[in-house]
């Protein structure tokens, strides 16, 4: 699956990549995933949406911990 987009970004579509190469000699282009997302949240009226942030992790690296432990040596 593709995502697209007309020239002013006012149709945002999905469609399977041989659609995709049709519709580029049209004058549609390629978009994030995320463009498609948030235009069919205002089309459903979310005007708020907002895409989801991705969780860090505060794990330690290996590393960190090597020198960690040498240091309380």
């Known amino acids: 699956m593709k995502t697209m987009?007309?020239?002013?970004?006012?149709?945002?579509?999905?469609i399977s990549e041989e659609k995709a190469k049709i519709l580029e000699h049209e004058?549609?282009?390629?978009?994030?995933?995320?463009?498609?997302?948030?235009?069919?949240?205002?089309?459903?009226?979310q005007s708020d949406f907002t895409p989801p942030i991705p969780k860090k992790s505060n794990k330690m690296s290996k590393s960190t911990k090597r020198?960690?432990?040498r240091k309380n040596k």
């Open 27 to 45: 004058g549609f282009h390629y978009v994030p995933k995320a463009v498609w997302k948030e235009y069919e949240a205002r089309k459903r009226g």
């Open 5 to 14: 987009a007309n020239q002013d970004n006012s149709v945002v579509i999905r």
């Open 67 to 69: 020198h960690l432990r």
